[in-house]
């Protein structure tokens, strides 16, 4: 049960897991597309999108601030909206979580590069199966191998920032060349890139483990965005000033690399910066994945046993099994890596919006909680965030989703309708209503 998870992650251990979980593939080969559309105005993209992804993460830092708890997705929505809904937000939840298979996946492609013959499924099941066992020790030494990787991660990063600043022509960042499409083509690539800034919001998953959650939230979600915004820019100045525009537009980083790094460097690039940026993040989702399915499942909307906690490792065991089964069964099925990326990020957007909205609620529901919450603003401003964010989401979701292969899209919609038909009804039953669920106030 949630008492029984322990309270050790410090704030260098959350920010970890949050830069971890924000630098992923995306940066890695995005920033060819995303050269193509906006030019050399690409630097400036990454650093507005930044903002906007603070901007639409905003809400859940502020609920987070104001009522750290595990699994905090599920209960801000379950105790904020209602119960009924959260039921439906934690089945769709359920479903979103392909993204294991896409991100196991996208590590095999890169590992592939670098040793080619390696069978895909016996590859991404086997990095699953070592990732699964890091977590299932126990979040500590889950959040120990995170910084480690991060460390190396963001040396690889600099060192590609640092390597190739003296080759940069600075004269490609002129009027000629940045933005070639307008002011249509910065939002556009801004959206794009949306998913390559976001990332920091999963910690507001483990307030329960945290040691002070209440300052740790809001503070990483800021600094971690934006620290990686700015990494991003300088990143991209690189990749877009070292070879001809023309000749970096829908290519990867690895072939700017090529050109600045010595084949050692080059080799250090590829591990640390392409396989460590997509294993960081597979990495955090096992750590924080589980605790929303964890809170649902001590609510009774979810089977009670799923929330069984180990003793020896305070890790919730049966919750880890299932998300590793869920990335698994994708990849043994042969499911594409692009219709995952494309059904799960498209889901990840849609729920990440309920908190938004739930945070409207807040004063009016939960006065004792908004009166002590360390960082807060007008119940208005409340109802502002949520439409921005709201928005946001609601683009990147429709953009993604509508883009689907025609059989997941259909298998995708008949899910969502079951789901939603199956909340409508446990709603009604006289046993759900008898329920009792905690207020926010006591399980904050």
Known sequence: MQSNLKKVLGFWDVLGIAVGSIIGAGIMSLTGVAIGITGSGV?????????????????????????????GFYRYTSRL?????????????????????????????????????LPVKTTSIAALTFVFGINFIGIKPMAVVQKAMVFILIVALLAFIVAGFPHVDFGVFNSAEMFPRGAGGFLMTTGLLFSATGG???????????KNPTRDIPLVMIISTLGVGVLYAFMAIVAVGVLPVSAVVNQPLTKVAHAIFSEPMY????????LFAIGT????????????????????????????????????????????????????????????????????????AFPAVALT??????PELYAKARFKLPPWGYNVLAALAVGLFGVQSYLLIADLNFKYLAAMGVYVAL??????????????KAKRFAPLAEIA
């Open 43 to 71: 630097p400036l993209v990454l650093a507005v999108g930044a903002c906007f992804t603070l901007t639409a993460l905003i809400p859940l830092g502020f609920l987070s601030a104001a009522a750290p708890t595990t699994g």
């Open 200 to 210: 920091s919001q999963v910690i507001a998953e483990l307030g329960g483990e945290m």
């Open 81 to 117: 909206l209602s119960p009924q809904v959260g039921v439906f937000y934690i089945l769709l939840y359920l479903l979103s979580k392909v993204t294991v298979a896409m991100y196991v996946l996208s590590f095999t492609q890169y590992l592939q590069a670098l040793m080619p013959g």
């Open 281 to 352: 993040t597979l990495v955090a989702l096992f750590g924080w994945v589980t605790k929303s399915f964890l809170a649902a499942s001590e609510d009774g909307v979810l089977p009670r046993r799923l929330a069984d906690v180990s003793r020896r490792f305070g890790t919730p065991h049966w919750l880890l099994l299932i998300v590793y089964l869920s990335g698994v069964i994708p990849v043994l099925l042969g499911v594409t890596l692009e219709d995952i990326a494309k059904m799960g990020v498209g889901l990840n957007m849609v729920i990440y």
């Open 267 to 274: 080799l250090f690039f590829a591990i640390g910066g392409g």
């Open 361 to 366: 609620q807040l004063p009016r529901k939960y």
């Open 419 to 432: 789901a939603l038909a199956y909340a409508i009804w446990v709603g009604r039953t006289k046993a759900f």
